[in-house]
């Protein structure tokens, strides 16, 4: 019986592609830091501030030229938004601070800046570093 010779196998010979065709994308996560942050945050009021905030910071984030959503759908996200604020257990300042940007997502947009401001002074105690940061980078966005 002849033995089957098989050659020597070079990166030539047998190209692995970068990735392979069934693996999906790197999805791109808006506000890491923001979400990372609520999961290390503990119990009660501290948690409950960043997820609203997170909640609202994605409004704005679809607000921003290069993603804005139509009029339409970010009218009904920020009812939305208006009613789930208006049911978790937030400070009072903080929780009309965040209604206020909610609502301005799904109206005038030039009141976004002076109201995600005003969100950034009122919920800077329960901020880290990085989700400052993440927070400064969509209200620079917004010049």
């Known amino acids: 019986m002849d033995a089957l010779q098989i050659g020597p196998v070079t990166v030539q ?13 790197t999805p791109y996560f808006r506000f890491r830091a923001l979400a990372s942050l609520a999961t290390r945050a503990p119990l009660g009021g501290p948690r409950e501030v ?8 994605r409004l704005v984030d679809d607000c921003l030229p290069d993603r804005e959503l139509p009029a339409a759908a970010r009218v009904e996200r ?5 009613g789930w604020l208006a049911n978790v257990a937030l400070p009072t300042a903080v929780r009309a601070s965040l209604i206020r940007l909610a609502e301005a997502t799904g109206g005038d947009l030039s009141k976004l800046k002076p109201a ?5 002074a009122i919920v800077d105690g329960y901020l ?7 927070l400064a980078r969509v209200e620079r966005a917004l010049q």
């Open 50 to 57: 960043v997820l609203a905030t997170y909640l609202v910071a």
């Open 13 to 25: 010979s047998s190209p692995i592609p970068a990735t392979p065709p069934y693996a999906l994308s």
């Open 78 to 82: 920020a009812a939305g938004a208006r």
């Open 116 to 120: 995600l401001t005003s969100v950034l």
């Open 128 to 134: 880290d570093a990085a989700s400052r940061t993440e």
